[in-house]
């Protein structure tokens, strides 16, 4: 939950950010806040409240793209509808290339007509992978989710504009490439904003459903 509020609480700050300060953020303590470690223990009574428990459940169970850390290799294959071979091959190079130790894709969850299907973010780890490197996937499912949004309503009012639209899978690529790129420029500066607020990601846990793929 704290790994939630903070990366939340960051991108509550970037909008706009990166287009008015054209990728030249000289001190990032004068535009990004997070709360520190203190600020978020004083919230966190909360969450044993029965009606905050209720109001989460709704609040997860309603969100429109929900990130899934932590899957297993099948449910990877299976939700995104990429081959095996594929999926192998990127999570291999990225090993080799000592790239992050997870590969990151937008799936489908299962149920009803698959051009309707509910959206999600996945995330797969390689065993070795760190608590620092699962911030940096749960920061980099947010950017694809917010990409995804953002894009998704610009192709609706195209829609109700009588236009074509975006192609559903040009719209994810694109959505999977902006988030990349953002990653890119905000990892360094919420490492050194949440650093500054006293928060040690190295030390830091995030939920996950526990799967992890290894190299032998």
């Given at each position: 939950w704290r790994l939630h509020q903070v990366v939340a609480e960051f991108l509550d700050c970037t909008n706009g950010t990166i287009e008015n300060n054209n990728n030249n953020i000289v001190?990032?303590?004068?535009?990004?806040?997070?709360?520190?470690?203190?600020?978020?223990?004083?919230?966190?009574?909360?969450?044993?409240?029965?009606?905050?428990?209720s109001m989460t459940r709704q609040?997860?169970?309603?969100?429109?793209?929900?990130?899934?850390?932590?899957?297993?290799?099948?449910?990877?294959?299976?939700?995104?509808?990429?081959?095996?071979?594929?999926?192998?091959?990127?999570?291999?190079?990225?090993?080799?290339?000592?790239k992050d130790n997870y590969i990151l894709a937008v799936g489908q969850l299962a149920g009803g007509k698959l051009s309707k299907a509910k959206k999600c973010v996945l995330v797969a780890f390689v065993s070795d992978s760190?608590?620092?490197?699962?911030?940096?996937?749960?920061?980099?499912?947010?950017l694809v989710r917010r990409a995804l949004a953002s894009l998704q309503l610009a192709d609706c009012k195209?829609?109700?504009?009588?236009?074509?639209?975006?192609?559903?899978?040009?719209?994810?690529?694109?959505?999977?490439?902006?988030?990349?790129?953002?990653?890119?420029?905000?990892?360094?500066?919420?490492d050194?904003?949440?650093?500054?607020?006293?928060?040690?990601?190295?030390k830091t846990e995030c939920s996950t459903e526990g799967y992890e793929m290894h190299f032998e």
């Amino acid at each position: 939950w704290r790994l939630h509020q903070v990366v939340a609480e960051f991108l509550d700050c970037t909008n706009g950010t990166i287009e008015n300060n054209n990728n030249n953020i000289v001190d990032p303590s004068a535009i990004f806040h997070v709360s520190n470690p203190i600020e978020a223990s004083k919230k966190e009574p909360l969450l044993f409240l029965p009606e905050f428990k209720s109001m989460t459940r709704q609040s997860s169970s309603s969100s429109k793209y929900p990130i899934l850390m932590g899957v297993s290799f099948n449910k990877m294959v299976q939700l995104t509808h990429r081959s095996p071979s594929s999926l192998q091959s990127e999570m291999i190079q990225r090993h080799v290339m000592r790239k992050d130790n997870y590969i990151l894709a937008v799936g489908q969850l299962a149920g009803g007509k698959l051009s309707k299907a509910k959206k999600c973010v996945l995330v797969a780890f390689v065993s070795d992978s760190s608590n620092a490197e699962k911030a940096k996937a749960y920061l980099h499912g947010c950017l694809v989710r917010r990409a995804l949004a953002s894009l998704q309503l610009a192709d609706c009012k195209e829609e109700e504009g009588h236009s074509n639209g975006g192609d559903k899978m040009e719209l994810v690529k694109k959505a999977e490439e902006t988030a990349h790129v953002e990653l890119v420029q905000l990892w360094p500066i919420f490492d050194k904003v949440v650093t500054d607020a006293g928060w040690k990601l190295d030390k830091t846990e995030c939920s996950t459903e526990g799967y992890e793929m290894h190299f032998e």
